[in-house]
């Protein structure tokens, strides 16, 4: 078991080398738009199969999951989530979050005594003073090391994941001290199995009607899910609690502060045309509104802010 | 000696009336968001409304609160500047027909509670955070990214759900569709076109 341990080891840390050589962020980016997805075509066959496997299975599961009355479902969902603190807290400690420690520690101990061994979950109520909810793992303890995320990789049955956060998960499930606990207890693959599949239906039935919703609305959902994993693992990563500031970060401010693009679109506007119509034609009472309108969208040239372009109402009118 | 004083006096003053008009404006924009939030439940939601009226209110929402010309920008990335204006256009118009048909059938029959718990400027926009907790459904966390334009109303040019960006998203998914469709952003625009008709 040892041997195999170790043999599974090397090859992580051997893969670990090859994103830090291969992935680099600045050159990648810009070949790729931001989406660094080199294996876009075997990512998508494997999506495919991933969301056929949704249909047939997960979804049907996290139906009936949710059907389950909440005795047995939330103290079984707050089981499976206790379960994940010591892979959280070690990697709370390896990223030297001093927050995060404090969070899953207190979480952890709240809950094993008042929560009767974890079967509540007391420190999310009020009366603890809502203790969030933090999970670390190997992939953001790498990210906060300053390894790269690298290409984006969509896992079989897992889902979206990108080559440094894949290695964290197989890093996390080899050195998850429960494990060792399980091994010295002699608990087979089924017993250790069931934690990670309560946590999947779990998150599957809470995210059921969203995703639907999503993929309903969705031109390109392969593109999205990509999307929403890469702007939730940013999020994560970064460590805040509950980051505001995300999606402004987020807002690549080059693409507006090209001059010629802002010349094109005050060009765009017709105001001015109007303005001279009236002019030229002299004044009648039709005109006299489209003046009033004219003057109602006219560009005084003041922008939201200087990273963003100037808001035009004219383009309101194009659609009514 | 004198003159130090009264500089003090009108800088304090300046300080004084431009973070209690800030602080207004705050405040503000909270109750703009959660005055839409009970409009979408007043105008949109009610499932007594056909779906043609349901998506005529939830249009004329969406053109006055949002602002849909920068968001349609956004959302082409790079792809914007090299159009031409009829082009442009078009994709404006089709794009708020996409949203429209997209958004306003998922609130239908919606009743969920929302309140606007905080409210931050930073550079010049307000981020206005709420809480929704939905009737079944994971209770979420938006933050709604506002600002002022120059007649004093309030408009919004995105909205971050549990730290997604609805406008990060949408153009990530459109970059994807207009690099693998050979017609580019025409493509696109039928794409849209055809998922309206559905």
Do not use: C
Not at chain 1, 204 to 228: N, Q
């Amino acid at each position: 078991m040892f041997i195999s341990n170790s043999k599974i080891f090397r090859f992580l840390l051997l893969a670990l080398v090859i994103i830090s050589i291969t992935a680099n962020p600045g050159s990648s980016e810009s070949k790729n738009n931001g989406v660094n997805d080199p294996f876009e075509g075997a990512n998508r066959n494997i999506f495919k199969f991933n969301e056929k496997l949704d249909d047939y299975f997960f979804k049907p599961v996290a139906k009936g999951w949710r059907k389950l009355p909440d005795i047995p479902r939330k103290p079984l969902t707050n089981l499976a989530d206790t379960a994940k603190v010591p892979v959280s807290l070690a990697n709370a400690i390896l990223q030297l979050n001093k927050e995060s420690i404090g969070n899953i520690l207190g979480r952890f101990l709240v809950n094993m005594t008042f929560g009767l061994g974890g079967l509540f979950d007391v420190a999310s109520t009020d009366n603890f003073g809502n203790m969030p909810n933090i999970h670390e793992d190997f992939g953001q303890t790498l990210a906060v090391w300053g390894v790269p995320d690298g290409p984006y990789v969509m896992l079989p049955i897992f889902g979206p994941s990108s080559l440094r956060d894949s290695v964290g998960m197989g890093i996390d499930a080899v050195t998850n001290p429960l494990s060792f606990a399980y091994r010295m207890n002699g608990i087979g693959i089924e017993g250790r199995l069931s934690g990670p599949v309560v946590r999947g239906v779990t998150k599957r039935e809470k995210y059921l009607d969203y995703v639907d919703e999503m993929k309903a609305g969705s031109l390109d959902w392969y593109a999205t899910m990509r999307s929403l994993y890469r702007q939730r693992r940013i999020k994560e990563i970064s460590g805040e609690l509950e980051n505001e500031k995300v999606s402004f970060d987020l807002i690549p401010t080059d693409v507006y502060q090209d001059d010629i693009l802002n010349k094109q679109i005050v060009n765009l506007d017709t105001d001015n045309e109007i303005e001279n119509v009236v002019k030229t034609q002299l004044v009648k009472t039709q005109l006299v509104k489209e003046v009033k309108a004219a003057n109602k969208r006219y560009y005084n040239g003041i922008l939201p802010s200087s990273n963003y372009p100037a808001f035009n109402e004219s383009r309101v009118n194009l659609i009514e | 000696m004198y003159k130090l004083l009264n500089s003090f006096v009108i800088i304090f003053s300046l300080i004084f009336i431009s973070n209690a008009s800030a602080d207004t404006n705050t405040e503000e924009s909270k109750s703009f968001v959660e005055k839409l939030g009970k409009e979408v439940i007043e105008t949109v939601s009610d499932e007594r409304l056909s779906d043609n009226q349901r998506r005529t209110n939830f249009r004329y929402l969406y053109l006055n609160a949002f602002d849909n010309f920068y968001i349609s920008r956004f959302v082409l990335g790079r792809y914007w500047k090299r159009l031409d204006k009829s082009v442009r256009e078009e994709f404006v118009k089709t794009f708020n027909d996409y949203i429209v048909s997209t958004y306003a059938p998922k609130f239908k029959g919606w009743r969920g509670e929302f309140k606007a718990v905080d409210a931050l400027i930073e550079k010049n926009f307000y981020n206005v955070k709420m809480n929704v907790i939905n009737k079944d459904g994971p209770a979420l966390k938006l933050i709604w990214k506002i600002y002022l334009d120059k007649n004093k109303n309030f408009k919004i040019l995105d909205v971050n759900i549990d730290g997604v960006s609805m406008l990060v998203t949408q153009r990530a998914e459109f970059m994807s569709v207009i690099k693998n469709n050979p017609n580019g952003v025409i493509g696109l625009i039928e794409a849209m076109k055809k998922k309206i008709s559905i």
